[in-house]
């Protein structure tokens, strides 16, 4: 049985996890803390970083990106759209919502490895800005949820997930219905959601 070593905190991780449990592929996870540097982590990923796949031939997998995609082979290709152009839309939403949980993160890693007094906090605007402007965008491209999920659906949901975690005092559904409404209907559809998303 392949195992996927990740954190619960970990937007990347939650989008991984929920993917796989949606195509039902019985993949074990297993919680690391990279900052232990666990050996099996580091053997199987020279960045110990999570996720990390580790297949039944003992190869492994990361970037949750790669992992995706493997998913999506192990599924019969379930996981992304066979037709082209849909396939390019929901691989940039997965771009987008990973895009946006880099900027999240960059403020997180910010605030809690640097002193108080060497917190940049220019750099911090930054990141804000393009997290604004990305929740905005997808509020204008909200993906249609259908029977189908998708790899780029996954993404955005995670990315969702660790908003509420991490900061939410941005309260990012106010003035976006369709974003929420996006969630709600990915929710209802995905009923393990509440329990797969990041948590602390």
């Not at 039944?56 to 949750?64: E, K, M, N, P």
């Amino acid at each position: 049985m392949p195992r996927l070593l990740y954190s619960p905190a970990s937007p990347y991780s939650a989008k991984v996890r929920m993917a796989a449990a949606w195509l039902d592929l019985g993949i074990e996870p297993e919680t690391v803390n990279t900052n232990d540097e666990p050996a099996l982590l580091v053997e199987n990923n020279p960045l110990g970083k999570i996720p990390t796949l580790i297949l039944d031939d003992g190869s492994a997998l990361f970037d949750s990106r790669a992992i995706m995609q493997e998913l999506d082979r192990m599924s019969g290709r379930r996981l992304f759209p066979r037709n082209a152009a849909k396939r390019m839309e929901a691989e940039r939403m997965e771009a987008l919502g990973d895009g946006l949980c880099d900027c999240l993160l960059a403020q997180v890693y910010e605030k809690r490895f640097r002193p108080e007094e060497k917190v940049h906090q220019p750099w911090l605007d930054l990141q804000a800005r393009k997290v604004t402007r990305g929740l905005d965008w997808l509020n204008d491209n909200a993906p249609r949820v259908t029977s189908k999920l998708t790899g780029g659906q996954f993404a955005v949901a995670a990315m969702l997930g660790y908003l509420d975690l991490r900061f939410p005092d941005l309260n990012w559904r106010r003035g976006r219905p369709k974003l929420k409404r996006f969630e709600d209907r990915f929710a209802k559809q995905f009923p393990e959601y509440e329990t797969l998303k990041s948590h602390g």
